[in-house]
């Protein structure tokens, strides 16, 4: 069975995101979408990573069109991200995170978390410090709720 690290994702800049760079890492891994109602959670999760990055804290944002709420392309979507929400945790390219087309590291953490399909934007998983997966958190599930378990695993 594969692991998390088996995974790898381009960066919106064409990057590649090795994930064996994120071992010993805490993770967390958002489906994003610049137009939805949930997108200012981008300002949170963006609270969570600069406070905790040095502490161990990885975020990674995977923009998604299918809830058709993304902007047209991963430049727009970069630059505005970054000017209404500052974002500067790593974004990958869009992918699809159900269906025909999924992005394997979609299906991986669906299989992983249980709760089958993506219903939304803005879903959440985190990933302990040894790459197991801890929780999968509801689209309306804001980032200061999900800051006691990414504390708690930067203890571990």
């Known amino acids: 069975m594969a692991t998390i690290y088996d995974f790898s994702e381009i960066e919106m800049n064409g990057d590649k995101i090795d994930f064996n760079n994120y071992k010993d890492k805490v993770v967390l891994i958002v489906n994003t979408a610049s137009k939805c109602g949930l997108a200012p959670q981008l300002e949170g999760i963006e609270e969570l990573y600069n406070k905790y990055h040095e502490q161990g804290l990885e975020v990674l944002g995977l ?3 299918q809830f058709h709420q993304e902007l047209g392309s991963d430049e727009e979507t970069n630059e ?3 000017m209404h929400y500052g974002v500067t945790f790593p974004m990958t ?3 699809k995170v159900n269906g025909e087309g999924e992005d394997p590291l979609f ?3 669906k ?3 249980g709760n089958g399909r993506i219903k939304w934007n803005f879903t959440k998983f985190l990933l302990g ?3 197991q997966m801890i929780k999968r ?3 309306v599930t804001k980032p200061d709720k999900v800051e006691p378990d990414i504390i708690k695993a930067l203890n571990k």
Do not use: F, H, I, M
């Open 137 to 139: 958190y509801a689209p």
């Open 111 to 113: 299989e992983t978390a």
């Open 107 to 109: 299906t991986y953490l």
């Open 129 to 131: 410090r040894d790459g």
């Open 63 to 65: 923009p998604s069109n």
């Open 80 to 82: 505005y991200c970054q």
């Open 93 to 95: 390219k869009q992918v």
